[in-house]
C-alpha cells in the first residue's frame, strides 16, 4: 500500500474490477462486524416498519440480498414460518442462521447470479445497489424473481445532506469519500437520489418512495457506524488531496463528541409490486 499521506491516485492500489465487499468493507476487516451490527441496530426498525406495511404473510418466499450478519434474514424466517427465506452476500462467513429450517444461506453475486423468474413474494436489498455496476439493469432482473404480486424493497444511502453541511470537515470527508466511491468501487453516492424511478422503470407499480433524515448526535449508533465506514477508507480518502489524515482523524473524534450535531448521509427507501 503506498503512503496514504501522498497526493497519489487513490485507484492505484487496487486491481481493476475492485469493489464493495471484496476490496472495501470485507467481512474479514477488524471493524466490519461491528460495522454491520450498528447499521443492524440503527436500520432494521425502519426496514422492519415498512415489510409490515407490504402485508407480509406467513408462508411468504423471501430473499434478502447482502444479508450482513444476517439480522433481517432471522426477523424474516421468523414472521414466514411457513414459508422461506434465502439469505445471500458475496460473504457469508459473519451470518448465523441461528437453528431456523426456514432459513437458507447462499453465497451469492447480485450483479451477476439468477435466481429463477417468479420465485419470491418479498425480494429486499439495503445499502446494496448503490455499489453494484448496471445497477438499472440488476433491479430489472430482481424484479422478474418477484411471483405476480409480489414486493421488491430497496433502501440506498444518499450522500446530499453532507454536501450542505455546516461544519467544512463533512464536507471534506463526504466529497473525498465520495471520489474514493465513484473511482475504486463504482459506487453512486446519490442514485438513490433518483428513486423511485428504478422500480418504475422495471415495470413495477404501486411504486413509492421515502426519505429517511434524522439529526445525527455524536457518540449515537449512527455516528459510530460513520466514524467506522471513515476509518476503513481513510487511506484512500487522503490520496484523493482533498482532506488529510489529521483532519480525518478530528472529525472521527467529533463523531465520538455528544455536543456534535449534524445530518449523515439520507437512506431512501423505495418499493414497487410485480402486476
Given at each position: 500500500m503506498k503512503d496514504p499521506d501522498s497526493n497519489s491516485d487513490p485507484r492505484s492500489d487496487f486491481p481493476s474490477g475492485a469493489g464493495y465487499?471484496?476490496?472495501?468493507?470485507?467481512?474479514?476487516?477488524?471493524?466490519?462486524?461491528?460495522?454491520?451490527?450498528?447499521?443492524?441496530?440503527?436500520?432494521?426498525?425502519?426496514?422492519?416498519?415498512?415489510?409490515?406495511?407490504?402485508?407480509?404473510?406467513?408462508?411468504?418466499?423471501?430473499l434478502e440480498i447482502g444479508a450482513g450478519k444476517g439480522s433481517m434474514a432471522r426477523w424474516l424466517a421468523d414472521q414466514c414460518p411457513q414459508g422461506l427465506v434465502v439469505a445471500?452476500?458475496?460473504?457469508?462467513?459473519?451470518?448465523?442462521?441461528?437453528?431456523?429450517t426456514n432459513l437458507v444461506i447462499r453465497q451469492h453475486d447480485?450483479?451477476?447470479?439468477?435466481?429463477?423468474?417468479?420465485?419470491?413474494?418479498?425480494?429486499?436489498?439495503?445499502?446494496?445497489?448503490?455499489?453494484?455496476?448496471?445497477r438499472e439493469a440488476v433491479c430489472?432482473?430482481?424484479?422478474?424473481?418477484?411471483?405476480?404480486?409480489?414486493?421488491?424493497?430497496v433502501a440506498d444511502p444518499a450522500s446530499f445532506p453532507v454536501d450542505s453541511s455546516p461544519h467544512e470537515l463533512m464536507r471534506k470527508a463526504g466529497a473525498a469519500s465520495t471520489m474514493v466511491m465513484r473511482t475504486l468501487i463504482g459506487t453512486d453516492?446519490?442514485?438513490?437520489?433518483?428513486?423511485p424511478a428504478p422500480l418504475v422503470a422495471a415495470g413495477l407499480v404501486d411504486v413509492d418512495a421515502?426519505?429517511?433524515?434524522r439529526m445525527m448526535r455524536g457518540g449515537t449508533t449512527e455516528a459510530k457506524m460513520f466514524a467506522l465506514m471513515l476509518g476503513q477508507i481513510a487511506p484512500h480518502m487522503v490520496s484523493t488531496g482533498l482532506i488529510t489524515r489529521e483532519e480525518i482523524a478530528t472529525l472521527c473524534t467529533q463523531l465520538?463528541?455528544?455536543?456534535?450535531?449534524?445530518?449523515?448521509?439520507?437512506v431512501v427507501r423505495s418499493w414497487g409490486r410485480r402486476p
Open positions: 465487499g471484496r476490496d472495501f468493507f470485507e467481512h474479514g476487516a477488524a471493524d466490519e462486524g461491528e460495522r454491520l451490527a450498528l447499521i443492524e441496530e440503527e436500520q432494521d426498525p425502519y426496514t422492519i416498519s415498512r415489510m409490515q406495511a407490504l402485508g407480509l404473510a406467513a408462508d411468504w418466499h423471501c445471500t452476500d458475496l460473504d457469508v462467513s459473519l451470518f448465523n442462521a441461528e437453528g431456523r447480485i450483479a451477476t447470479d439468477d435466481f429463477p423468474s417468479g420465485t419470491f413474494h418479498l425480494i429486499h436489498a439495503r445499502g446494496i445497489l448503490t455499489h453494484v455496476p448496471d430489472r432482473r430482481m424484479a422478474s424473481w418477484l411471483r405476480p404480486g409480489g414486493w421488491l424493497l453516492p446519490n442514485w438513490a437520489r433518483t428513486f421515502e426519505c429517511r433524515l465520538l463528541d455528544p455536543d456534535f450535531l449534524d445530518f449523515p448521509p439520507a
